[in-house]
Protein backbone atom coordinates (compact mmCIF):
# COMPACT_ATOMS: atom_id res chain seq x y z
CA UNK A 1 0.00 0.00 0.00
CA UNK A 2 2.71 2.13 1.13
CA UNK A 3 4.58 1.76 -1.98
CA UNK A 4 2.66 4.23 -3.69
CA UNK A 5 5.08 6.53 -1.90
CA UNK A 6 7.09 6.15 -4.39
CA UNK A 7 5.90 7.93 -7.00
CA UNK A 8 6.36 11.49 -5.22
CA UNK A 9 10.13 10.58 -5.70
CA UNK A 10 12.37 12.91 -7.74
CA UNK A 11 15.02 10.74 -7.02
CA UNK A 12 17.80 10.84 -3.83
CA UNK A 13 14.70 11.80 -1.12
CA UNK A 14 12.78 10.19 1.28
CA UNK A 15 10.31 8.89 -0.96
CA UNK A 16 12.72 6.80 -3.18
CA UNK A 17 13.30 4.64 -0.31
CA UNK A 18 10.09 2.91 -1.08
CA UNK A 19 11.26 1.73 -4.02
CA UNK A 20 13.60 -0.54 -2.59
CA UNK A 21 12.31 -4.16 -1.24
CA UNK A 22 14.96 -4.45 0.85
CA UNK A 23 13.51 -0.74 3.00
CA UNK A 24 10.17 -2.35 2.82
CA UNK A 25 11.01 -5.43 3.98
CA UNK A 26 12.68 -4.09 7.26
CA UNK A 27 9.65 -1.69 7.62
CA UNK A 28 7.70 -4.96 7.52
CA UNK A 29 9.10 -6.82 10.06
CA UNK A 30 9.69 -3.75 12.79
CA UNK A 31 5.54 -3.44 12.02
CA UNK A 32 4.81 -7.22 12.41
CA UNK A 33 6.95 -7.41 15.52
CA UNK A 34 6.21 -4.28 17.56
CA UNK A 35 2.18 -5.83 16.31
CA UNK A 36 2.84 -8.95 18.18
CA UNK A 37 4.34 -7.35 21.26
CA UNK A 38 1.38 -4.55 21.40
CA UNK A 39 -1.60 -7.07 20.88
CA UNK A 40 0.11 -10.25 22.60
CA UNK A 41 -1.07 -10.00 25.93
CA UNK A 42 -4.52 -8.17 25.55
CA UNK A 43 -5.01 -11.40 22.87
CA UNK A 44 -3.96 -14.25 25.14
CA UNK A 45 -6.55 -12.90 27.73
CA UNK A 46 -9.05 -12.53 25.42
CA UNK A 47 -8.79 -15.99 24.22
CA UNK A 48 -8.43 -18.01 28.17
CA UNK A 49 -11.45 -15.85 28.93
CA UNK A 50 -13.42 -17.24 26.01
CA UNK A 51 -12.01 -20.58 25.71
CA UNK A 52 -12.54 -21.35 29.22
CA UNK A 53 -10.56 -24.72 29.26
CA UNK A 54 -8.33 -23.90 26.61
CA UNK A 55 -6.94 -26.71 24.39
CA UNK A 56 -7.58 -30.18 24.42
CA UNK A 57 -4.81 -32.25 25.63
CA UNK A 58 -4.62 -35.89 24.45
CA UNK A 59 -5.18 -38.53 27.06
CA UNK A 60 -2.52 -40.63 25.31
CA UNK A 61 -0.10 -38.16 24.91
CA UNK A 62 3.18 -37.62 27.04
CA UNK A 63 2.69 -37.33 30.82
CA UNK A 64 3.84 -33.74 30.74
CA UNK A 65 1.36 -32.53 28.25
CA UNK A 66 -1.67 -32.69 31.10
CA UNK A 67 0.08 -29.95 33.00
CA UNK A 68 -0.50 -27.68 29.71
CA UNK A 69 -4.42 -28.20 30.20
CA UNK A 70 -6.40 -24.69 29.97
CA UNK A 71 -3.93 -23.21 27.81
CA UNK A 72 -5.44 -21.32 25.03
CA UNK A 73 -5.44 -22.11 21.67
CA UNK A 74 -5.92 -20.00 18.54
CA UNK A 75 -2.45 -18.18 19.08
CA UNK A 76 -2.05 -18.31 15.22
CA UNK A 77 -3.94 -15.43 14.87
CA UNK A 78 -1.68 -12.87 16.59
CA UNK A 79 1.21 -14.57 14.09
CA UNK A 80 -1.41 -13.79 10.76
CA UNK A 81 -2.36 -10.61 12.19
CA UNK A 82 0.40 -8.67 12.34
CA UNK A 83 1.59 -10.65 8.70
CA UNK A 84 -1.67 -10.05 6.83
CA UNK A 85 -1.45 -6.09 8.27
CA UNK A 86 2.31 -5.89 7.48
CA UNK A 87 2.12 -7.15 4.62
CA UNK A 88 -0.93 -5.31 2.80
CA UNK A 89 1.07 -2.02 4.03
CA UNK A 90 4.55 -2.42 2.83
CA UNK A 91 3.97 -5.15 -0.35
CA UNK A 92 3.11 -3.85 -3.65
CA UNK A 93 -0.55 -5.36 -3.77
CA UNK A 94 -0.01 -5.61 -7.48
CA UNK A 95 2.38 -8.01 -7.44
CA UNK A 96 -0.51 -11.67 -8.19
CA UNK A 97 2.67 -13.30 -6.39
CA UNK A 98 2.16 -11.67 -2.95
CA UNK A 99 -2.08 -12.33 -3.68
CA UNK A 100 -1.38 -15.83 -4.25
CA UNK A 101 0.77 -16.58 -0.76
CA UNK A 102 -1.94 -14.09 0.84
CA UNK A 103 -4.70 -15.97 -0.26
CA UNK A 104 -3.38 -19.78 0.61
CA UNK A 105 -2.31 -18.64 4.21
CA UNK A 106 -5.84 -17.06 4.73
CA UNK A 107 -7.58 -20.14 3.04
CA UNK A 108 -5.58 -22.67 5.79
CA UNK A 109 -5.91 -19.82 8.37
CA UNK A 110 -9.99 -20.06 7.93
CA UNK A 111 -9.92 -24.20 7.68
CA UNK A 112 -7.22 -24.28 10.81
CA UNK A 113 -9.43 -21.80 12.81
CA UNK A 114 -12.90 -24.04 12.22
CA UNK A 115 -10.79 -26.87 13.31
CA UNK A 116 -9.23 -25.35 16.51
CA UNK A 117 -13.31 -23.55 17.14
CA UNK A 118 -14.94 -27.27 17.16
CA UNK A 119 -12.15 -28.43 19.11
CA UNK A 120 -12.56 -25.86 21.63
CA UNK A 121 -16.14 -25.40 21.71
CA UNK A 122 -16.80 -29.49 22.23
CA UNK A 123 -14.05 -29.49 24.19
CA UNK A 124 -12.15 -32.39 22.84
CA UNK A 125 -9.72 -33.58 20.26
CA UNK A 126 -11.48 -34.32 17.30
CA UNK A 127 -12.28 -31.13 15.13
CA UNK A 128 -13.27 -30.56 11.94
CA UNK A 129 -13.44 -33.98 9.92
CA UNK A 130 -10.41 -35.04 8.08
CA UNK A 131 -12.13 -35.51 4.54
CA UNK A 132 -13.58 -31.96 4.67
CA UNK A 133 -10.13 -30.26 5.83
CA UNK A 134 -8.63 -31.91 3.02
CA UNK A 135 -10.90 -30.99 0.46
CA UNK A 136 -10.87 -27.51 1.20
CA UNK A 137 -7.01 -27.39 1.42
CA UNK A 138 -6.75 -29.57 -1.87
CA UNK A 139 -9.18 -26.23 -3.67
CA UNK A 140 -7.01 -23.88 -2.49
CA UNK A 141 -4.13 -25.68 -3.53
CA UNK A 142 -5.72 -26.03 -6.90
CA UNK A 143 -6.18 -22.47 -7.65
CA UNK A 144 -3.26 -21.37 -5.76
CA UNK A 145 -0.70 -23.46 -8.53
CA UNK A 146 -2.37 -22.94 -11.76
CA UNK A 147 -2.36 -19.23 -10.96
CA UNK A 148 0.99 -19.53 -10.58
CA UNK A 149 1.30 -21.27 -13.62
CA UNK A 150 -0.39 -18.94 -15.53
CA UNK A 151 1.67 -15.82 -14.20
CA UNK A 152 4.89 -17.90 -14.61
CA UNK A 153 7.02 -16.28 -17.81
CA UNK A 154 6.40 -18.63 -20.66
CA UNK A 155 9.49 -20.56 -20.42
CA UNK A 156 8.72 -21.29 -17.09
CA UNK A 157 5.27 -22.34 -16.75
CA UNK A 158 4.10 -25.92 -16.36
CA UNK A 159 8.41 -26.43 -15.61
CA UNK A 160 9.95 -28.17 -12.56
CA UNK A 161 13.20 -26.73 -12.00
CA UNK A 162 15.88 -28.94 -10.69
CA UNK A 163 18.10 -27.62 -8.26
CA UNK A 164 21.77 -28.03 -8.21
CA UNK A 165 21.94 -28.72 -12.21
CA UNK A 166 22.13 -25.54 -14.17
CA UNK A 167 19.20 -24.92 -16.47
CA UNK A 168 17.65 -28.32 -15.56
CA UNK A 169 13.71 -28.25 -16.30
CA UNK A 170 11.71 -30.45 -16.43
CA UNK A 171 8.24 -30.49 -18.33
CA UNK A 172 5.36 -31.23 -16.35
CA UNK A 173 2.77 -29.54 -18.41
CA UNK A 174 -0.87 -29.45 -17.18
CA UNK A 175 0.50 -31.73 -14.55
CA UNK A 176 2.46 -29.16 -12.37
CA UNK A 177 -0.95 -28.18 -11.30
CA UNK A 178 -1.83 -31.43 -9.16
CA UNK A 179 1.99 -31.04 -8.01
CA UNK A 180 1.60 -27.85 -6.93
CA UNK A 181 -1.19 -29.08 -4.93
CA UNK A 182 0.88 -32.16 -3.16
CA UNK A 183 3.50 -29.45 -2.55
CA UNK A 184 1.31 -26.78 -0.56
CA UNK A 185 -0.70 -29.30 1.04
CA UNK A 186 1.44 -30.99 2.09
CA UNK A 187 3.64 -28.33 3.66
CA UNK A 188 0.64 -27.32 5.60
CA UNK A 189 -0.03 -30.66 6.98
CA UNK A 190 3.41 -31.25 7.63
CA UNK A 191 3.85 -28.13 10.05
CA UNK A 192 0.49 -28.88 11.40
CA UNK A 193 1.99 -32.43 12.32
CA UNK A 194 4.95 -30.39 14.07
CA UNK A 195 3.75 -28.43 16.36
CA UNK A 196 3.53 -30.28 19.22
CA UNK A 197 5.73 -28.50 21.86
CA UNK A 198 6.11 -25.21 22.84
CA UNK A 199 7.77 -22.94 20.32
CA UNK A 200 8.61 -26.27 18.31
CA UNK A 201 7.04 -25.25 14.79
CA UNK A 202 7.33 -22.17 15.31
CA UNK A 203 11.06 -21.52 14.98
CA UNK A 204 11.41 -23.43 12.00
CA UNK A 205 9.10 -22.06 10.03
CA UNK A 206 10.93 -18.32 10.47
CA UNK A 207 14.29 -20.11 9.28
CA UNK A 208 12.54 -22.12 6.43
CA UNK A 209 10.05 -18.73 5.70
CA UNK A 210 13.49 -16.93 5.73
CA UNK A 211 15.44 -18.90 3.42
CA UNK A 212 12.86 -18.86 1.02
CA UNK A 213 12.70 -15.39 1.19
CA UNK A 214 16.21 -14.91 0.11
CA UNK A 215 15.53 -17.58 -2.43
CA UNK A 216 12.41 -15.29 -3.57
CA UNK A 217 14.42 -12.04 -3.78
CA UNK A 218 17.14 -13.56 -5.53
CA UNK A 219 15.23 -15.11 -8.75
CA UNK A 220 13.39 -12.14 -8.91
CA UNK A 221 16.27 -10.50 -10.17
CA UNK A 222 17.59 -10.49 -13.18
CA UNK A 223 21.46 -9.47 -12.18
CA UNK A 224 21.59 -12.25 -9.44
CA UNK A 225 19.99 -14.94 -11.48
CA UNK A 226 22.51 -14.27 -14.36
CA UNK A 227 25.84 -14.54 -11.99
CA UNK A 228 24.16 -17.74 -10.00
CA UNK A 229 22.58 -19.75 -13.15
CA UNK A 230 19.23 -20.19 -11.48
CA UNK A 231 15.93 -19.34 -13.32
CA UNK A 232 14.55 -16.05 -13.25
CA UNK A 233 10.93 -15.36 -11.87
CA UNK A 234 10.20 -11.84 -12.16
CA UNK A 235 8.17 -10.21 -9.51
CA UNK A 236 8.92 -12.69 -7.26
CA UNK A 237 11.49 -10.54 -5.03
CA UNK A 238 7.99 -8.92 -3.30
CA UNK A 239 7.17 -11.98 -1.05
CA UNK A 240 10.44 -11.07 0.71
CA UNK A 241 8.01 -8.54 2.46
CA UNK A 242 5.33 -11.32 3.19
CA UNK A 243 8.35 -12.97 4.76
CA UNK A 244 9.80 -10.05 6.71
CA UNK A 245 6.16 -9.79 8.11
CA UNK A 246 6.05 -13.22 8.88
CA UNK A 247 9.15 -13.86 10.80
CA UNK A 248 8.19 -10.78 12.63
CA UNK A 249 4.88 -11.85 13.78
CA UNK A 250 6.55 -14.89 14.88
CA UNK A 251 8.77 -13.61 16.89
CA UNK A 252 6.42 -11.54 18.43
CA UNK A 253 4.32 -14.81 19.13
CA UNK A 254 7.25 -16.79 20.08
CA UNK A 255 7.72 -13.88 22.87
CA UNK A 256 4.40 -15.67 24.46
CA UNK A 257 4.75 -19.36 22.94
CA UNK A 258 8.42 -20.26 24.68
CA UNK A 259 8.46 -22.77 27.66
CA UNK A 260 6.17 -22.47 29.45
CA UNK A 261 3.71 -21.65 26.57
CA UNK A 262 0.80 -18.88 27.37
CA UNK A 263 -0.68 -19.74 24.42
CA UNK A 264 -0.67 -22.59 21.22
CA UNK A 265 -0.53 -21.63 17.96
CA UNK A 266 -3.48 -24.39 17.50
CA UNK A 267 -4.21 -25.37 13.61
CA UNK A 268 -4.73 -21.93 12.85
CA UNK A 269 -1.41 -20.70 12.78
CA UNK A 270 0.08 -24.08 11.73
CA UNK A 271 -1.81 -24.83 8.92
CA UNK A 272 -2.17 -21.52 7.73
CA UNK A 273 2.43 -21.28 7.70
CA UNK A 274 2.94 -24.48 6.56
CA UNK A 275 0.66 -23.13 3.46
CA UNK A 276 2.22 -20.26 3.18
CA UNK A 277 5.56 -22.36 2.99
CA UNK A 278 4.44 -24.24 0.06
CA UNK A 279 2.80 -21.71 -1.67
CA UNK A 280 6.19 -19.78 -1.93
CA UNK A 281 7.86 -23.09 -3.08
CA UNK A 282 5.23 -22.98 -5.59
CA UNK A 283 5.70 -19.80 -7.18
CA UNK A 284 9.75 -19.26 -6.75
CA UNK A 285 9.91 -23.03 -8.82
CA UNK A 286 12.04 -24.11 -5.47
CA UNK A 287 9.49 -27.00 -4.78
CA UNK A 288 11.78 -29.28 -4.37
CA UNK A 289 14.25 -27.27 -2.39
CA UNK A 290 11.70 -26.75 -0.08
CA UNK A 291 11.88 -30.60 0.75
CA UNK A 292 15.66 -29.69 1.95
CA UNK A 293 14.87 -26.36 4.10
CA UNK A 294 11.65 -27.76 5.23
CA UNK A 295 13.37 -31.17 6.01
CA UNK A 296 12.68 -31.08 9.68
CA UNK A 297 8.72 -31.06 8.19
CA UNK A 298 9.32 -33.94 6.25
CA UNK A 299 10.42 -36.23 8.86
CA UNK A 300 7.60 -35.70 11.33
CA UNK A 301 5.09 -36.12 8.73
CA UNK A 302 7.16 -39.19 7.49
CA UNK A 303 7.22 -40.53 11.28
CA UNK A 304 3.51 -40.26 11.15
CA UNK A 305 2.99 -42.31 7.77
CA UNK A 306 5.25 -45.12 8.95
CA UNK A 307 3.81 -45.49 12.00
CA UNK A 308 0.62 -45.48 10.95
CA UNK A 309 1.32 -47.69 7.91
CA UNK A 310 3.61 -50.00 10.01
CA UNK A 311 0.73 -50.57 12.60
CA UNK A 312 -1.78 -51.15 10.17
CA UNK A 313 0.30 -53.90 9.13
CA UNK A 314 1.51 -55.23 11.96
CA UNK A 315 0.00 -54.48 14.52
CA UNK A 316 3.52 -52.70 16.20
CA UNK A 317 4.57 -49.39 16.50
CA UNK A 318 8.14 -48.54 15.04
CA UNK A 319 8.56 -45.20 17.20
CA UNK A 320 7.24 -44.81 20.54
CA UNK A 321 4.87 -42.25 19.62
CA UNK A 322 4.36 -40.10 16.36
CA UNK A 323 4.82 -37.31 15.87
CA UNK A 324 8.71 -38.35 16.03
CA UNK A 325 8.67 -35.44 18.93
CA UNK A 326 6.71 -37.13 21.18
CA UNK A 327 9.01 -40.45 20.28
CA UNK A 328 11.90 -38.70 22.14
CA UNK A 329 9.94 -37.27 24.74
CA UNK A 330 8.71 -41.11 25.53
CA UNK A 331 12.63 -41.68 25.56
CA UNK A 332 13.14 -39.19 28.33
CA UNK A 333 14.12 -36.00 26.39
CA UNK A 334 13.51 -32.70 27.84
CA UNK A 335 10.74 -30.56 26.21
CA UNK A 336 13.56 -27.60 25.75
CA UNK A 337 16.32 -30.18 24.56
CA UNK A 338 13.91 -31.49 21.97
CA UNK A 339 12.73 -28.05 20.54
CA UNK A 340 16.53 -26.57 20.68
CA UNK A 341 18.02 -29.62 18.71
CA UNK A 342 14.94 -29.71 16.29
CA UNK A 343 15.80 -25.91 16.08
CA UNK A 344 19.47 -26.29 15.28
CA UNK A 345 18.36 -29.27 12.57
CA UNK A 346 15.93 -26.53 10.89
CA UNK A 347 18.74 -24.10 10.77
CA UNK A 348 21.22 -26.11 9.49
CA UNK A 349 18.58 -27.69 6.41
CA UNK A 350 17.98 -24.16 5.75
CA UNK A 351 21.40 -23.37 5.06
CA UNK A 352 21.71 -26.09 3.24
CA UNK A 353 18.66 -25.15 1.22
CA UNK A 354 20.57 -21.78 0.50
CA UNK A 355 23.32 -23.28 -0.79
CA UNK A 356 21.93 -24.68 -3.53
CA UNK A 357 21.60 -21.41 -5.19
CA UNK A 358 25.67 -21.81 -5.70
CA UNK A 359 26.05 -24.82 -6.28
CA UNK A 360 25.45 -25.53 -9.72
Known amino acids: MLYWLSSFSEGGDLFNLFRYITFRAGAAFFTALIFGFIFGS ?42 FISTLLWARLDNGYVWIVLLVTAGYAAIGFADDYAKVSK ?7 G ?59 AVNLTDGLDGLAIMPVMIAA ?26 TGEILIFVAALIGGGLGFLWYN ?31 VLAIVGGLFVVEALSVIIQVLYFKRTGKRVFLMAPIHHHFEKKGWGEAQIVIRFWIIALVLGLIGLATLKLR
Request: hydrophobic share 50%; no cysteine; proline share 6%.
Open 42 to 83: PLISYLRKVQKTGQPIRDDGPEGHLLKAGTPTMGGILILSAL
Open 123 to 129: NNTKGVS
Open 131 to 189: RIRMGLGLALAFIASAWAMWLHPADLSGQLAMPVFKDALLNLGLLFVPFGMIVIVGAAN
Open 210 to 235: GTLGVIAYTVGRVDFTEYLGVHQVPG
Open 258 to 288: APPAAVFMGDTGSLALGGSLGAIAVVTKHEI
